[in-house]
């Protein structure tokens, strides 16, 4: 069986969320089902089909180093936040909406990448139905045109990664939202909303301990470039 054969089974697997399969038996399910499903979050940016959006090693070795069980203490102190760290600490999803469409695509600059392709028309047609849903919270169309965007691989976009996630948020996919918002990061590191939208998800995943540690990260990002 070769390499490509064995991502797609593991993509596979990831999606049916099915840790029995993936896990070593060795461990012989001494883990949590949060330490699983974090560590698959992780495989699977690690395995996405297109391999500009693919984290390095560092990137995937910092996530597995900050800890991923959970908190027994769920209480969560954060100073310090903005505006949109706040509302993503409050879980107001609508709030968070309301400072996304007002930034725009501020994130992608210096950052984004797209290839000229015969698909660019279309493309460029995703993004502009994309956005008048995400802007009417029309989220289920948001979706479809973003995924159109991210799938064709022409156009390599945090901000894009970023609605995509406050949209399946919406409609209550945090798993997925998650996904997004960490290869938003992957994209940009340098761009907090990335790690606010990621606290956003891990704080309804009921992740308290993550949540904290991407709160404290991004406050001290805001504040390193502040300081520029």
């Known amino acids: 069986m070769n390499l490509h054969t064995l991502c797609l089974q593991a993509l596979h697997l990831i999606e049916g969320k099915n840790f029995q399969m993936l896990t070593d038996s060795h461990l012989e399910a001494h883990f949590s089902n949060d330490d699983a499903a974090e560590l698959l979050r992780i495989a699977s940016c690690c395995l996405h089909t297109e391999p500009r959006q693919r984290p390095n090693a560092t990137w995937v070795s910092s996530r597995v180093l900050l800890g991923i069980s959970k908190d027994p203490t769920p209480a969560i102190q954060i100073s310090n936040l903005s505006p949109l760290g706040n509302a993503c600490f409050r879980v107001d999803l609508n709030g968070i909406h309301e400072i996304l469409e007002r930034i725009g695509y501020s994130g992608d600059e210096g950052f984004a990448d797209m290839m000229q392709t015969s698909q660019l028309h279309d493309i460029l047609n995703s993004q502009k139905h994309g956005d008048e849903a995400f802007r009417a919270k029309d989220f289920t169309t948001a979706i479809e045109c973003y995924t ?10 945090t901000t894009i990664h970023v609605r995509r996630c406050l949209s399946y948020l919406m409609i209550n996919k945090a798993q997925e939202a998650l ?12 761009w907090s909303t990335a790690l606010y939208l990621q606290a956003a998800c891990l704080i309804i995943l009921e992740m308290e301990k993550d949540a904290k540690e991407v709160l404290k990260e991004a406050v001290s990002l805001d504040s390193k470039t502040k300081g520029k």
Do not use: K, Y
């Open 179 to 190: 996904l997004d918002a960490m290869q938003a990061q992957v994209i940009n590191p340098q």
């Open 148 to 157: 159109n965007i991210i799938e064709s691989g022409t156009m390599v976009s």
